[in-house]
């Protein structure tokens, strides 16, 4: 049949992620680093994730499609609780979708579950990243991307630990390149929250490092951070730069804009990828190409 439906444009997705959270319905996924619709069933083309795409990399169009299948969204949305399903009545009495409201309530009092109609504060929406999580109740995986390894840390030795910064200012608007301390040194250039989740970040990583933080997702002036490092290559001539990301989707833009500079450059530096956990795992070290 023919009907509405979402379609991505892969050249322009990004693999930010922000419109998984915002398809309750589950007809999005992350695959290979990019949105993908993974199944017409699911997908009610009503649009729900169009505006938050940041990179205008999904729309509405008509288009044979196998049917929309209600009690299978529900399947989907139930498991995710009280405040989903809830969203997605709303969502769908918004969109004048009565019949696919019925079907949905239906399905409820067949498993006599409440109906949960009533205002409330919305879903989560945005990043996943900024998915709230309990460390203390979640089990021993990381809460993103499913289960690690993750061996049993050694207790830390007795008294305060010495910092291993070596400078003063160390966001990347604030530095510069031409100060001293930069010059022929290893470069580590962090996202902000990998200190925060990496308990051994000082002494496994930030010893005889110089540093840079900066947050791809939050900042402005992403274009003025890639001319700063081209200027710390060519003009301070660091050894190497390491880059410490979260395993969140729009923590890779940090990444992205170091390739970049990197390979912008005139002359050419080594550069090693380090992804962290939420949970504060290594998943990740690695040469990386520019």
Known sequence: MKRKIIKIDHEKCTGCGLCIPNCPEGAIQMI???ARLVSDLLCDGLGACLGHCPEGAIEVE???????DERRVMAMIIPQGENTIRAHLKHLKDHGETEYHRQAVEMLREL???VPEAP????????PGSRSVDFKAAPAASPLTGPRHQAAAPAPPAGPQPSRLSHWPIQLHLISPASSHFAGSDLLIAADCTAFALG???????????????CPKLDSGLDLYEEKIRALIEQARVNTITVMI???????????????AVANSSRKVPLKLVMVSARGEILREEWALA
Do not use: W
């Open 120 to 127: 409330a504060a919305p879903a989560h929406s945005g990043c």
């Open 62 to 68: 008509e288009r044979e499609a196998e049917p929309y």
């Open 112 to 114: 006599n579950l409440p």
């Open 246 to 260: 979260m395993e969140v989707p729009c923590c890779g833009g940090l990444l992205r804009i170091v390739q970049s």
């Open 200 to 214: 051994g970040f000082h002494e496994g990583f930030l010893k005889g490092k110089t540093l840079i933080i900066a």
């Open 32 to 34: 290979d680093g990019k």
